[in-house]
């Protein structure tokens, strides 16, 4: 019987098409995120969180009966946590740098976030500029 998943190496490429952020002003939880894949899948829940070690991207989890935490959504590999990371903490700074800027009062937040090169999830690049600078 052929396996309906595929090898770690046939893993079809994914993009992150947009990262929506909701600052917060508390002193560990700094933001709730949501990522899009590709256009057509949305993942909520995740957090930028201020820990020991500066900031970090905590994935969507739900609290267990015994009281411990268990991940909804997770990335498998450590390069795509990496990308996950790397693009969640980019549009935290680009909206957290824009949100100080009252000039302009946090709009335009994805236009100043450059295309990203080619990465683990796919050939194309992010579309999180605006599609005049792409």
Do not use: W
Request: aromatic share 6%.
């Amino acid at each position: 019987m052929a396996s309906m998943f595929a090898a770690p190496s046939e893993q079809p490429s994914l993009r992150i098409t947009d990262v929506r952020i909701s600052l917060l002003d508390e002193e560990k939880v700094k933001a709730f995120v949501t990522i899009t894949l590709e256009d057509c899948f949305a993942i909520r829940g995740l957090k930028v969180i201020h820990g020991n070690n500066g900031l970090f991207v905590a994935m969507p989890s739900r609290r267990k009966p015994d009281g411990t935490f268990q991940d909804i959504a997770h990335p498998i590999t450590r390069e795509t946590r990496e990308h996950v990371e790397e693009a969640v903490l980019t549009a935290y700074h680009a909206k957290r740098d824009s949100h100080d800027d009252e000039g302009e009062g946090g709009a335009g937040v994805f236009a100043k976030l450059k295309p990203r090169p080619p990465t683990l999830f796919g050939k194309a690049r992010l579309k999180l500029g605006s599609e005049e600078e792409a």
